[in-house]
């Protein structure tokens, strides 16, 4: 990888019956700028475990046989994390199996892991609706209100604390959001709303999960199910045809 050290950049991501969504098509470009994947399987029941470990750029993978996700979320994202620190990288980006970084990253990460001002960096993030031709722009949809902190120096001397939350707990322990934040312009491209048959389903999660509100306001979760939001046209990469090509 030019410029950078042995893995000095993971990444790492949680995973569950993700086989026949995005899984393959996000590795393959995860893994043409960094130095290793390491994934954590939340007791997947499809082909989840097979794809990841046959793919040639995870270099670690556990796989649980309960799911955590819907018990404890932070215990999941915690177990995730102590997979990766024991590698001792020097950065972890944390992307979920859904999302991408548009391509320009594998230009700027280099310079991003060079500087020593910042040590967390965040993406807006574009979040694909109803197809892979518009993003939501309406409530905290919105890329400007939805920045995602996803890249993080790791400090091994630093002692590490992951917030009590058992959802929307963030991808990193506490005293990373402590540290200098560096906003990016590199988006990043959340495929998770783009086929509209699952929007029923990841409505009924949340409401499942955080039936009061607790972690985020209802009318947030509310808004999955708005039939007409306010939509914007993607320009930049064809993403149909990175996942399908």
């Given at each position: 990888?030019?410029?950078?050290?042995?893995?000095?950049?993971?990444?790492?991501?949680?995973?569950?019956?993700?086989?026949?969504?995005?899984?393959?098509?996000?590795?393959?470009?995860?893994?043409?700028?960094?130095?290793?994947?390491v994934v954590l399987d939340d007791a997947s029941t499809d082909h989840t475990p097979?794809?990841?470990?046959?793919?040639?750029?995870?270099?670690?993978?556990?796989?649980?046989?309960?799911?955590?996700?819907?018990?404890?979320?932070?215990?999941?994202?915690?177990r995730l994390w102590e997979l990766t620190v024991e590698l001792n990288p020097t950065?972890?980006?944390?992307?979920?199996?859904?999302?991408?970084?548009?391509?320009?990253?594998?230009?700027?990460?280099?310079?991003?892991?060079?500087?020593?001002?910042?040590?967390?960096?965040?993406?807006?993030?574009?979040?694909?609706?109803?197809?892979?031709?518009?993003?939501?722009?309406?409530?905290?949809?919105?890329?400007?209100?939805?920045?995602?902190?996803?890249?993080?120096?790791?400090?091994?001397?630093?002692?590490?604390?992951?917030?009590?939350?058992?959802?929307?707990?963030?991808?990193?322990?506490?005293?990373?959001?402590?540290?200098?934040?560096?906003?990016?312009?590199?988006?990043?491209?959340?495929?998770?709303?783009?086929?509209?048959?699952?929007?029923?389903?990841?409505?009924?999660?949340?409401?499942?999960?955080?039936?009061?509100?607790?972690?985020?306001?209802?009318?947030?979760?509310?808004?999955?199910?708005?039939?007409?939001?306010?939509?914007?046209?993607?320009?930049?990469?064809?993403?149909?045809?990175?996942?399908?090509?």
């Amino acid at each position: 990888m030019p410029y950078l050290k042995k893995r000095s950049v993971l990444a790492m991501m949680t995973v569950r019956n993700e086989a026949g969504r995005y899984l393959r098509p996000v590795l393959d470009r995860l893994g043409a700028y960094v130095d290793g994947i390491v994934v954590l399987d939340d007791a997947s029941t499809d082909h989840t475990p097979e794809l990841c470990r046959a793919h040639p750029r995870v270099i670690r993978f556990e796989r649980l046989a309960t799911s955590l996700f819907t018990q404890d979320e932070a215990s999941l994202r915690q177990r995730l994390w102590e997979l990766t620190v024991e590698l001792n990288p020097t950065w972890i980006l944390a992307l979920d199996a859904d999302e991408l970084l548009e391509a320009k990253i594998t230009r700027v990460l280099p310079a991003l892991c060079a500087q020593t001002r910042y040590e967390l960096v965040s993406f807006p993030v574009y979040h694909f609706w109803g197809d892979f031709r518009h993003y939501r722009v309406d409530g905290w949809w919105h890329p400007a209100r939805a920045r995602t902190a996803c890249l993080h120096r790791y400090q091994k001397s630093r002692r590490y604390h992951w917030a009590p939350r058992p959802l929307h707990c963030g991808r990193f322990p506490q005293e990373a959001y402590l540290t200098p934040r560096l906003d990016s312009p590199i988006r990043l491209l959340h495929l998770g709303y783009a086929a509209s048959r699952e929007h029923q389903a990841k409505y009924q999660r949340y409401l499942e999960l955080d039936p009061q509100g607790r972690f985020c306001p209802l009318r947030h979760y509310r808004s999955i199910l708005d039939p007409r939001p306010a939509l914007k046209r993607w320009t930049g990469e064809d993403v149909e045809a990175l996942l399908w090509s």
